[in-house]
């Protein structure tokens, strides 16, 4: 069983790692404009008829 930062996932001395972060908010981002193409495809579909 993992210990202490291994455990939380942390990089040593405390510090978050830099790709981490980086990848994520990529992620989150692609979520974000995956959501909002959904719902304009979905309010012009639903305008056309």
Request: hydrophobic share 45%; net charge neutral.
């Given at each position: 069983m993992p210990k202490?930062?291994?455990q939380?996932?942390?990089a040593?001395?405390?510090q978050s790692s830099?790709?981490?972060?980086?990848?994520?908010s990529g992620l989150a981002a692609?979520?974000?404009a995956g959501i909002g193409f959904?719902?304009?495809r979905r309010r012009?579909?639903?305008?056309q008829g």
């Open positions: 202490g930062a291994a939380t996932g942390e040593p001395g405390g830099t790709g981490t972060l980086a990848a994520g692609a979520g974000v959904a719902v304009l012009r579909a639903g305008a």
